[in-house]
């Protein structure tokens, strides 16, 4: 089954512990993008990634960190987590092939920093 | 960078009516415009897309309108039906790029 997973589901945190959240994908898309949702912000990206070994920032990248090195994996890194990290968040991938399409989203995650 | 405004933020319509939500975005290099609808407690999932050198895409009830040169674009949704009931989020992507709006939440009333 074609789909975008991540892990884990639901993530309870202190501040200041690192932590990561996975994500993976099988379609063999070109493109991943994490977001985070906030209720009345809506989804804001905040990395993205074109292909193996290529990251950009998105609209909210402070406080995070990815990495590309498979096509299939796109982890989010929190360094030091704080309170105001505490969100939804989703990872999606796309074709990618020009540009970017169809936001393929996975299951979300759900942080809270304490 | 992009921004992208949404209005309303919530509609109610009575059910068989009409729905539109509309978005503007200020970056003129923007060439995709996705509109995403997400369930109650559901990830979010690609309803319609239009790109920019076309003006007008419809799918059964569902049609987007694109006006490059104002620099705005709506989702209309028609005979509205109790499963249009979600929150409809657009998207405006410049270069690789994706900035959303804040949402509109649609209720369809009995």
């Known amino acids: 089954e074609a789909q975008v997973t991540q892990n884990p589901r639901y993530l309870i945190t202190v501040t200041g512990k690192k932590l990561t959240v996975t994500c993976s994908q099988n379609m063999n898309h070109e493109y991943m993008s994490w977001y985070r949702q906030d209720p009345g912000l809506g989804l804001r990206q905040i990395y993205y990634s074109m292909n193996v070994e290529v990251t950009d920032k998105g609209d909210v990248p402070e406080g995070y960190k990815v990495s590309r090195k498979e096509k299939r994996n796109f982890p989010l890194i929190l360094e030091s987590p704080s309170p105001n990290q505490t969100s939804l968040y989703f990872c999606a991938s796309s074709l990618g092939t020009s540009g970017i399409d169809e936001q393929y989203f996975g299951p979300g995650t759900r942080l809270t920093v304490t | 960078g992009e921004n992208v405004e949404q209005h309303p933020s919530t509609l109610s319509v009575q059910e068989g009516d009409s729905a539109v939500i509309k978005c503007t975005y200020s970056d003129s290099a923007s060439n995709y415009f996705p509109w995403y609808k997400q369930e109650l407690g559901k990830r979010p999932q690609l309803i319609i897309d239009i790109r920019s050198n076309v003006g007008e895409k419809k799918d059964q009830r569902i049609a987007v309108t694109l006006n490059k040169t104002a620099k705005h674009f709506s989702l209309h949704i028609t005979e509205t039906q109790p499963e249009d009931s979600a929150v409809y989020f657009c998207?405006?992507?410049?270069?690789?790029?994706?900035?959303f709006g804040k949402g509109t939440r649609l209720h369809i009333l009995p």
């Open positions: 998207a405006a992507s410049p270069y690789d790029k994706i900035i």
